[in-house]
């Protein structure tokens, strides 16, 4: 079982270059979320998408922007990195349940290094 | 606003030895709450969760007790292993704001250990 891909693995950017960080999943899951992980400070919630078709802002989406393409698909953009944007990020899926009973898979994260 | 709290890390035992990392959380409501580990170069992956008050979670012989009176969910294994070296992260879900179904979740800042032979 796949459960959730992201592409690339590791990336280097330079100041003021974007690009795009893919996220798949293959659960069938409503919803979906990208987090970055920073040394020291656990995982912090960038933007979130609930269901097909909607997005919200998480804890730190300055900088950032979102796209659910479709129920299997959630991409994040970054239009003009900054060194501060270095970080691990991880996308995840969940299914709707009962007072978050439902449990988050996690993929296996994309390295950025912005120069 | 709601929040976790773990022990400083990182923490370096023996294999056999006995684990607590401990976790504190404020949160309005009653939140869900989770460990999730890391392995090295690995996404997470759910360790074990409570989802009320008192509930014990567990799973490859760790424990969390969900205690509402003292806002906790520690952690801890009787015996550990080489192989449970990792990053441990408490969390918790916002379940006052299941807007729509989606599960956010508040992760605390990690706990790395190394157990050694």
């Known amino acids: 079982n796949a459960g959730v891909t992201q592409t690339p693995k590791f990336q280097v950017l330079k100041t003021g270059q974007s690009m795009t960080l893919q996220c798949a999943q293959d659960m069938n899951h409503n919803s979906m979320y990208w987090y970055r992980q920073d040394p020291g400070m656990g995982l912090r919630l960038i933007y979130y998408s609930a269901s097909e078709g909607t997005t919200d802002k998480g804890e730190v989406p300055n900088g950032y922007n979102v796209s659910r393409l479709n129920k299997r698909e959630f991409s994040l953009r970054l239009e003009s990195a900054a060194p501060s944007q270095t970080s691990v990020y991880f996308c995840a899926s969940s299914e709707f349940g009962d007072r978050g009973n439902t449990e988050a898979f996690f993929g296996q994260g994309t390295r950025l290094t912005v120069v | 606003g709601n929040s976790v709290t773990q022990m400083e890390g990182p923490v370096t035992l023996s294999e056999e030895a006995f684990l607590t990392i401990n976790c504190t959380y404020t949160a309005t409501g009653y939140p869900s709450l989770f460990w999730y580990v890391q392995y090295p170069g690995e996404g997470l992956q759910l360790l074990l969760k409570?989802?009320?008050?008192?509930d014990k979670g567990s799973n490859k012989g760790f424990e969390a007790t969900y205690r509402k009176e003292t806002t906790s969910f520690h952690l801890e294994k009787g015996s550990v292993q080489v192989s449970d070296s990792a990053v441990y992260f408490c969390a918790l879900s916002d379940s006052l704001r299941l807007i729509q179904g989606a599960q956010k979740l508040v992760f605390g800042q990690g706990t790395r250990l190394t157990i050694n032979p």
């Open positions: 409570a989802t009320k008050a008192d």
